[in-house]
């Protein structure tokens, strides 16, 4: 009996380990229910990484994203609908309210559906903007499909994406080549911190409308590299929303497809269903999740012996609540990242930096954090100063934010005494107090000298010579 409850625990602990770090109830919104073949090996993969997959139809009535006022799904996927709405259940303030309960939204966009004014709306107040025809399509005369797209030139092909910036993990690279037909171009704002390009278009790309019959696009919407084809948006509570520029490229046909570039291009097979991995295990909190472990916090040396750390009450206690001006301080904090089924180290890049900021209304100090230490599933980042010679509340702090990456702000708050009246050091201690501390003696030695010289010379007196005459 004992053997079958412990082969059932293990069998439980094996499925949590496959859910997202956020839960495994996901809703797909989908109009049609004959469409989801297209689908069906983004959804088996999506179920071989322990989802529990739900399909609704935007017209259900009974559709609700809460249930007795907590979120009935952890994660949303939103397929572009025919008719021109979602329903009064995904409105735009429900779906801003589904990430305001930090669930995750996967938005899929079509040029072959047009944009519900709700999603227009959602992604206006994100700072993400839409082009103002709902039927607008990127091309690209130089990047493009040459076996399935010869003419009208509306399937990209696009290498792996690269970090936007040396100092960002890149969760979305990687050799081979992403296949993009019919793609809606977004412009990001540049007011939301939020937002950030995950997959741009080539440099030669633009957006037009297939309906202005014209042989030349005199004002586009977007250009080149202006333009994401996949974009994200990570809320302050670190929920995620993801664009993708093309639901089609999540189609069974383009999962491994052979595509070909213009000329004499060679042939190629893509790599859609990979990156459709990355990009949902990303937007559903699979990757890019840090969590903090141990935060700590004490005096540099365990013993009063070191100057500057005697006479204090919490010496070699841990996150003590109160410490004294010019203290030697150590702050140590534990970090992982989790990725996929398991917590891992987090390796920071290169050019990044993970600090420290010792505050009160503003930092006395902001230091790097080196990494001292590992063990099998996270990394011990630490640092020593001396404290400032400012009395009052002040707050260790860590405030690490970074795209792609789960939001970190954790502060501890501590007190900084002034000296007591028996930690002054003693005068003599005090190199620069040496000639006031000879010029005291120098003074009380020439004043006993001239007191004793005062003392040992009476003036000699002569005696009278002759007799008193009367």
Known sequence: MRFLLSFLLLGLLGLLQA????GNRLLVVIEEATEKERYSTFWGDLEARGYKLSFE?????KLSLFQHGERAYDHLILFPPKSKGLGPA???????????????????LSASAPTPSAISSLLLELDIHLPPDRTTLVVDHFNYDSLTAS???????????????????????GAGTIAFPRGVGQVLGTKSPYVAPILRAPSTAYSYNPKDEVETVEEPFATGQQMALVSTMQARNSARFTVLGSVEMLENTWFGAKVKGRENSKVTTTTNRDFSKELSAWTFMETGVLKVGRVE??????????????????LGYLNPKIYRVKNDVTFSIELSEYSYDHLQPLTLPKPDALQLEFTM??????????????????????????????????????????????NVDEKRTVTVRHFAHDEWPRSWRISGGWVWIAGVWVTVAGWLL?????????PAYEKAKGKKVQ
């Open 297 to 314: 916090h004490y005096l540099s040396s365990t013993t009063a012996e070191k100057a500057g750390n005697d006479s204090v009450a919490q």
């Open 90 to 108: 995904l409105t735009a303030n429900v779906l801003l309210q589904f990430i305001n309960s930090k669930g995750n939204v996967l938005l899929a």
């Open 361 to 406: 209304l503003s930092p006395f100090h902001r230091l790097d954090l080196h990494s001292i230490s590992q063990t099998a599933n996270s990394t011990i980042f630490s640092t020593s100063f001396t404290l400032p010679d400012q009395h009052g509340i002040f707050a260790f702090r860590v405030n690490y934010k970074r795209p792609f990456l789960t």
């Open 450 to 458: 001239f007191v004793a010289v005062w003392l040992w010379s009476e």
């Open 19 to 22: 859910l997202s770090s956020s």
């Open 57 to 61: 139809s935007p017209k259900n009535e």
């Open 151 to 173: 003419e009208k030139h509306d399937v990209l092909l696009l290498p792996r994406p690269d970090a936007p910036r040396p100092d960002v993990k890149n969760f979305f690279g």
